[in-house]
Structure formats: structure tokens, C-alpha cells
């Protein structure tokens, strides 16, 4: 059984992990939470779209 996972959730795992075990500090996690904010407001915002949603496709046709 695959259970889907929005990338949202997927990111905030990544974040969380990075700040405990590699020693991310808060302050850099809010400076890429502020950057994802302002490109989801550009004109750039649907190829990044289009790109993640390719690559998601790609990995989940990978066969183990």
C-alpha cells in the first residue's frame, strides 16, 4: 500500500531533521520558508510546479 505524502509535509520532515541532527539554525529554516514564499509569487512558480511534479512521476515509476 502506497500512501501519498504532500511535499509540504515531506519538506517540513527535511527541515526538522536537518535543524536537529546537522545543525541547520532556525534563522537559515526561516530564510528558505521566506524564499519558497516569494517564488510561489513569481512567474517562475508553474515551471517549479511542472519540474517537482515531473520528478515525482519519475521516482514513483522507479521499480525496486
Known amino acids: 500500500m502506497i500512501l501519498p505524502i504532500s511535499a509540504a509535509v515531506l519538506m517540513l520532515v527535511v527541515v526538522v531533521l536537518l535543524v536537529r ?8 529554516a526561516f530564510a528558505c520558508t521566506l524564499l519558497g514564499f ?26 525496486l
Open 21 to 28: 541532527r546537522s545543525g541547520l539554525k532556525m534563522w537559515h
Open 38 to 63: 516569494y517564488l510561489a509569487s513569481t512567474s517562475i512558480a508553474p515551471s517549479i510546479h511542472t519540474l517537482t511534479t515531473n520528478v515525482a512521476g519519475m521516482l514513483s515509476g522507479i521499480k
